[in-house]
C-alpha cells in the first residue's frame, strides 16, 4: 500500500488517478484527517497503515500562482523547505522507503555549454544565488534537507500542461492570460510525470534526484504556434516586448526559465516524449473547462 499525502492538489490528484489506473492499494492523507508537518503524527499515521512507498506531493505553490507565495512566506516555508525535512525524518525512523515532488525552478537558464541543467548542478535560483523567487528558494532549501538521505526519490517538475483544461494546466494559461513573455523552457507532461515516478518505485531504479521533464525546450511562441495550428482559440495573443516591461508590468517577481537535462531518468528505460510532440498530442485531445 502507497500512503499519498497532498493528494488533493493538482500534481496528487494525478497520481491518485494513476495508482487507480493500475490497481495499485494507496491511501490519500489531508492535513485535515493527519497533521504530517508533525513528526510524531506522520510516524503514527505510518505505524497504523503500514505502507510499502510514500509519495509526498504536498508543498505549497500560491493561488492564482507563485506571487502568492511573496505574501505568504511561513506558509510556503513550512510547505516546502520544512516538510521535506520531517518526512525524511519520520520515513527514516520506520526504514520506509518514499518519493518527494521537487521542482525544477530552482535553475534559471541554461548551463555554460547551452546545454540543460542536470542533477548534479547546484541550484543558481535560490536564496544562495538571487535573485530568485520566495518559492523557488523555498523548493531549494527543500532539497537542501534531504542532502544525503538514503531511499528517497526526489523528483524535480517543471511547467505541467495536460490535455486536461484547469487553472494549473501552463496550456490554459497561456490561453487566458492577457500578455505573455517569450522564454525558452523545459515543460513536464503531468500524467507523463506521474507515469515516469511511478516507474522510478515499480522498476527499483536506483534512489536519488531526477529531471522529470519531457526531453528538448521550448518556447512560448513555440506553444503559441501549436495552439494556433489546432485551432484551440481564435484569440489574439499578445507578447511583451521584453523581461524588463513583463516585470514592470507585474509585481516585479523573478521567475525561472530554465531547461533541464532529462538523461539520467531515460537511461533507467523510460522514454520521455519530445516536448513539441506531448503538447501537440495534448492539444489534439484538448478537453475544455465546463
Sequence with gaps: MILLLGGSGYVGSVFAKGLTQRGMAYRVVSRRQCDYTRR???????????????????????????????????????????????????????????GHVSSGCIYNGV??????????????????GPPCSFYSGSKALGEERLAGAEDV??????????????????????????????????????DEFVDACLHCWLDRVPFGIYNIVNSGSVSTRDVVDLIRQRRITDRRFCFFR?????MEA?????????????????????PMREVG????AALERWQPAA
Design 242 to 246: 521584453d523581461e524588463a516591461e513583463f
Design 277 to 280: 510532440q506531448a503538447i501537440d
Design 153 to 190: 526519490f526526489v523528483w524535480r517538475l517543471r511547467i505541467p500542461f495536460s490535455h486536461r483544461d484547469g487553472p494549473r494546466n501552463y496550456l490554459s494559461k497561456l490561453m487566458r492570460y492577457d500578455r505573455l513573455l517569450d522564454v525558452t523552457n523545459s515543460l513536464a507532461d503531468i
Design 250 to 270: 507585474t509585481t516585479g517577481v523573478p521567475r525561472s526559465s530554465c531547461v533541464l537535462d532529462n538523461s539520467k531518468l531515460v537511461a533507467t528505460g523510460f
Design 111 to 128: 548551463r555554460a555549454d547551452e546545454s540543460g541543467f542536470c542533477e548534479t548542478d547546484p541550484p543558481n535560483f535560490c536564496f544562495r
Design 40 to 98: 510524531d503524527q506522520l510516524v503514527a499515521l505510518i505505524d497504523d497503515t503500514r505502507p510499502s512507498f510514500l509519495i509526498n506531493a504536498a508543498g505549497y505553490t500560491g493561488k492564482p500562482n507563485v506571487e502568492a507565495c511573496e505574501q505568504h512566506k511561513a506558509e510556503c516555508l513550512l510547505g516546502n523547505a520544512v516538510l521535506p525535512g520531517i518526512v525524511r525524518e519520520a520515513c527514516q525512523i520506520r526504514g520506509l522507503p518514499w
